[in-house]
């Protein structure tokens, strides 16, 4: 209780500092989401970007040399998941790991007959249950740049954050209420299956096909389509854009209109 106090008095004396004016310039550059939210929301948003940057570590890796911009970009959009909820600020994360470019991972495959596949794949980001998020500095800026195509792996990277939450990544995050439960996996649970039909028969859909892999990816690729095309998904979806609208405390769709009718 007296480290929950003495957390949530830094966090607000954190709040109170004067937001750098080249922060500020660099989200207006760079993060265009940015300029889409109210005056209100701006503000809420660079406060927990203050939190934000002082409780996480960032590391670079592969010869890349971290700085204050993509400490800025990549707070920003992270930060975008906070606003009008209560958060405890990715509890679990405590560093991004930063890539110049796609890096390589090994992972293994489990084949019929119990065999074991080693294999090799590039990656743009992850996110592991404990401690860390790893991104590719060129994706964040791409996804950054174009908030309107639907993909953003820093906003996805982060959805994984707040699903392990909830004792581990299964799609299901923790929920302000436990009578949201039913509601939510029952709409998710439908559009995924919806998805995984899709995905099969080759057929069109404002969700990236990647979120058939398992619930935890869909939660994550819906949360990219949510911000990123919300008039599509509302459209095409909309019990599952009200879930969202009901988890997140946002309404994108209301200050996105026109913006990606495609």
């Keep these: 209780m007296l480290f929950r106090m003495w957390k949530n ?18 989200i207006e550059r760079l993060v265009p ?3 889409s939210l109210s005056a209100t929301d701006r503000l809420e948003l660079r406060g927990h970007i203050q939190v934000f940057l002082a409780e996480k570590s960032f590391l ?3 010869g ?23 958060s405890d600020y990715f509890p679990q994360l405590g560093s991004i ?20 596949e080693d294999r090799i794949e ?7 249950h404990y401690g860390t998020v790893v991104l590719a500095w060129d994706n964040v800026l791409s996804g950054a740049r174009d908030c309107n195509d639907g993909r953003n792996v820093v906003l996805h990277e982060f959805a994984h954050q707040l699903d392990a939450e909830s004792d581990g990544t299964n799609g299901a995050p923790r929920l302000e209420l436990r009578s949201q439960y039913t509601a939510w996996a029952q709409v998710l649970s439908t559009e995924f299956s919806l998805l995984n039909r899709d995905a099969q028969l080759g057929r069109k859909s404002v969700l990236d096909k990647y979120g058939a892999t398992n619930p935890a990816e869909f939660f994550a690729v819906a949360t990219e389509t949510f911000f990123e095309k919300p008039v599509q998904l509302k459209g095409k979806h909309p019990e599952l854009y009200d879930e969202l609208k009901l988890f997140y405390c946002q309404d994108p769709a209301s200050y996105h209109k026109g913006s990606d009718a495609n």
């Design 97 to 116: 790991y930063i890539y110049p470019h796609p890096y390589v991972a090994k992972t293994q495959r489990v084949l019929p007959g119990g065999i074991v």
């Design 9 to 26: 008095w830094r966090r607000k004396k954190i709040k109170m500092r004067p937001f750098p004016p080249t922060w500020e310039k660099t």
């Design 60 to 62: 670079g890796c592969g």
């Design 122 to 128: 590039a990656r743009v980001g992850e996110s592991w």
């Design 33 to 35: 989401y940015y300029q």
């Design 64 to 86: 890349l040399t971290v700085t204050e911009e993509m400490r800025v970009v990549i707070a920003a959009q992270a930060c975008i998941l906070l606003l009008h909820r209560k």
